[in-house]
């Protein structure tokens, strides 16, 4: 039977295992978490995550929709949710709050290589800034997916109404109007 932390008592955002987990372990630790979404950075470091509160699960699923939709009209790659973890070549694992993967990254994998934890890097990620994250850190994370082969990034940021977007070589634009304009695999 599971227990309540009491709400005054600090849980841990992140933990250093020595031994550091294996990729399998720590895929079927993921799994079996019921009380964080973990991530690991290329550093090792296991991130816990809360689960996203009301406004924050309704705009992912605001994003994820839009996504959706657009692939609709072009049929090509898979579109993956905030739960579609990868595998990156740098050693992190890390679940953006929806990407795109074009299809030739697919091209040749197995049923059981897309069951689980992907080992590529999706083309488009998209994060929405919820209210428990920190813009540094969120904008770090965004450098790592460009570092690690995505070619487009948005980092939305709600509570300020603009839109980092990432692209690699280039300085971070932002954006602040009612629409933004999709590059490369868009």
């Not at 990407?99 to 990254?105: C, E, M």
Request: charged residues 25%; hydrophobic residues 40%; glycine residues 8%.
């Amino acid at each position: 039977m599971s227990t309540l932390l009491p709400i005054d008592v600090a849980t841990p955002r992140s933990a250093v295992l020595d031994p550091p987990l294996t990729d399998a372990e720590l895929e079927a630790l993921t799994v079996a978490s019921e009380w964080f979404r973990l991530e690991r950075s290329r550093e090792g470091t296991i991130l816990m995550h809360p689960p996203a509160g009301g406004l924050t699960s309704d705009g992912e699923s605001e994003i994820v929709s839009q996504l959706r939709i657009w692939w609709k009209t072009h049929r090509q790659g898979r579109v993956f949710g905030s739960n579609g973890t990868f595998f990156l070549a740098d050693s992190s694992m890390l679940s953006p709050d929806a990407s795109y993967v074009l299809p030739n990254k697919l091209k040749g994998l197995t049923k059981g290589e897309l069951t689980g934890f992907l080992r590529l890097c999706p083309d488009f990620v998209i994060k929405l800034l919820s209210i428990s994250d920190s813009l540094p850190k969120a904008r770090e994370k965004m450098q790592r997916w460009i570092e690690n082969g995505a070619t487009l990034g948005w980092l939305i940021d709600p509570y300020k109404k603009k839109v980092y977007v990432y692209t690699p070589g280039s300085e971070v634009a932002i954006e602040s109007g009612n629409t933004v304009r999709g590059t490369g695999p868009l």
